[in-house]
């Protein structure tokens, strides 16, 4: 591919499901590829395929969109090389960028540009491998940390990371996961409500995070 040209799999108009500005109107670019496969992972379909576009492209395919709010994501959208170059144009055009990625990629050509979310994997991901950890430093105020929890064990395990840490992200995440139909034992799942009363319980200093887009339109793709 061409040094200002990306593989995307899909570029939409939505309300952000998650993080601290759940609710808030964002253009949504999802680039193609990840290296890792979460047992919990519901954009699989990011994996393989996506059509080529370059940057100038996709600033035209988001414009008509009205909005200042820009997520990039994936799959890993840090896997391709050309995504910091992405990042500047968006600046450019005064758009306020975030980025969602697993961490295990650097995050430092994007750090302070972007607002980063950086998914640190637990262990029912089957990835929890502590890549996320090399990128720490990188944080500020404005990014946040999520961890995915989908089993007691998770809850355990991320609980002690958020002790045991002096985080320089603004905002720790918890997200409880639920299997997805037609999957049923994939992972144990947890309620959100369970996971409230956990993070009361243990009085932690983090952010209950649930998924608007699916509890709005469902698990499908679109709207998500």
């Not at 430092?108 to 980063?116: N, P, Q, S």
């Not at 994997?121 to 989908?150: Q, W």
Request: aromatic fraction near 8%.
């Amino acid at each position: 591919m061409k040094s200002n040209e990306l593989l995307i799999t899909e570029i939409f108009h939505s309300l952000q499901g998650e993080t601290s500005l759940s609710g808030h109107r964002f253009a949504f670019i999802r680039l193609t590829g990840c290296n890792l496969r979460c047992s919990y992972c519901d954009s699989a379909y990011a994996f393989k395929g996506g059509k080529k576009m370059s940057i100038e492209e996709i600033l035209r395919t988001i414009e008509p969109y009205g909005v200042r709010q820009v997520l990039v994501t994936g799959g890993e959208p840090l896997m391709q090389r050309p995504t910091p170059a992405l990042v500047d144009a968006l600046n450019e055009k005064n758009y306020s960028v975030s980025i969602e990625t697993h961490g295990e990629a650097s995050i430092e050509k994007v750090a302070g540009k972007a607002r980063i979310v950086l998914d640190a994997k637990t262990p029912s991901s089957g990835m929890c491998r502590g890549g996320f950890e090399k990128n720490l430093r990188f944080l500020g105020a404005r990014d946040e940390v999520k961890f995915v929890i989908a089993s007691a064990a998770d809850y355990e395990w991320a609980r002690k990371q958020v002790l045991s840490r002096e985080w320089s992200a603004g905002e720790i995440l918890f997200s409880p996961a639920v299997p997805a139909k037609g999957a049923p034992g994939k992972i144990e799942g947890v309620s959100p409500t369970w996971l409230a009363e956990k993070i009361l319980e243990d009085q932690l200093p983090v952010r209950l995070q649930v998924q608007l887009h699916k509890i709005l339109w469902g698990a499908d793709r679109t709207g998500v």
